[in-house]
């Protein structure tokens, strides 16, 4: 099987130590999302990132389409 793709690219990865961190960062020092050197690199990373999102849905709905077509 193959593995699921996510699209997390503009979003920080929790854990239950950085969210009891948060509890002491009261000016919001801590937030770290996916830095990109420009805006242009930034979009270009996003948009990639959600087409091979649409190519993973569009090859599961293939598999699942030909499971479900009878043998001839």
């Given at each position: 099987?193959?593995?699921?793709?996510?699209?997390?690219?503009?979003?920080?990865?929790?854990?239950?130590?950085?969210?009891a961190g948060r509890l002491?960062?009261?000016?919001?020092?801590?937030?770290?999302?996916?830095?990109?050197?420009?805006?242009?690199?930034?979009?270009?990373?996003?948009?990639?990132?959600?087409?091979?999102?649409?190519?993973?849905?569009?090859?599961?709905?293939?598999?699942?389409?030909d499971g479900t077509q009878?043998?001839?």
């Open positions: 099987m193959v593995e699921k793709l996510k699209s997390d690219f503009l979003v920080a990865a929790p854990s239950f130590a950085s969210g002491l960062d009261w000016y919001g020092l801590y937030d770290l999302y996916n830095v990109s050197r420009s805006g242009h690199e930034a979009d270009t990373k996003a948009m990639f990132s959600d087409w091979r999102i649409v190519g993973q849905d569009v090859c599961d709905a293939m598999v699942e389409f009878p043998v001839k």
